[in-house]
């Protein structure tokens, strides 16, 4: 098929984003088949205020340039910047409504998907811990809060529940112990929701989404250079920060393992990166929050789990999946992590601990 013939197919599908790429799979004796790769900017179905996204990138990003250059360093190659369009916005539309923004590129550097070493995951983990301690004396009342409710873990469940009441893709029978898992610590994973209420744990600008590949490193050298993905940054608990690092990236095996015989929590990669994180943080959080390290790992692995189950509930709206049941295999996968946790619990309080002790 000529390249005019197939645009003018293609034109006909509600494809999502722009298309980059076009293969023929030249498999088929009968059919003609094709993979198309789109490229998507902001996703507006999770942040429906991309503007929002974008002030809220603006400010944080101009703080940390500043607080880079007061530590002597060099910022260019170290904090996101946003390139502003020709109009001075940071959002360029494309002709479908599509939103997009450009960042300067982190030059001579990558970014960690699975970490391989202790020593490498302490490095993240003081990344992150500069990056709470950088943010503590911005104006928190500044920031939007561009995905409400983002960690609101109790607000999670009842969402969850009513996935489970509607059942509209017919999957709760298949999901019924992972239903049951989680309405067993209904009540213990909404505790720092209720310790936010009760004032108990202070609201900071959190990233919200500390996976190791966040951050990128020099590729030479391994330093951390910059923490990027900064589209949820809002007001939150350093103990979301702290917790989905260890979640991602302290497990043994990846998000959505299947064999769940290889997911358990490593002590040496949850060592190194509370080291990293407390060196960093231990004398600017208060007690309530050095106290509960622990309690944002369980709950932040608990959190994801219990989104990825009541996305498949609800027929694999929000996350992306390469597979029907790709989903529940990530909810497996997270309540594996955690009932390790869980089972080590005491192991963890007792590093955590002196961990703080040795950095206040
Ligand atoms: C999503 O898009 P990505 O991979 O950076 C999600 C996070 C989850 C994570 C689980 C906006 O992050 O909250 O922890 O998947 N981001 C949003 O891997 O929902
Ligand atoms: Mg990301």
Known sequence: MNDTLLRSVLAGFAFPGALAECAEIKTGHINRTYRLTFREGINTFAFHKPEEVMENVALVTEHLRRAVEARGLDAQNRVLRVIPSREGRPLVYDADGGAWRAYNFIAHAHSVDAVESPEQFGIVGRAFGDFQSMLSDFPIEKLHDTI??????????????????????????????????????????????RMIDAGELPLRVTHNDTKCNNVMVDDVTGEALCVVDLDTVMAGSALYDFGDAIRFGASTAAEDERDLSKVRLDMDLFTAFTEGFVSRTARGLVGAELDNLVLGALVMTFEVGLRFLTDYLDGDV???????????????????????????????????????????
């Open 318 to 360: 929000y996350f992306r999946i390469e597979s029907p049941d790709h989903n529940l295999a990530r909810a497996k996968c997270q309540f594996k992590l955690l009932s390790d946790m869980e089972a080590h619990r005491a192991e963890m309080e007792a590093v955590a601990r002196r961990l703080v002790n040795k950095f206040l």
């Open 148 to 193: 409400p409710y983002f960690h609101d873990t109790v607000r999670r469940m009842d969402n969850f529940e009513a996935s489970v009441a509607k059942d509209v893709a017919h999957r709760a029978e298949c999901a019924a112990a992972e239903i049951a898992f989680v309405r067993a610590r209904r009540d213990a994973m909404g505790a720092i929701v």
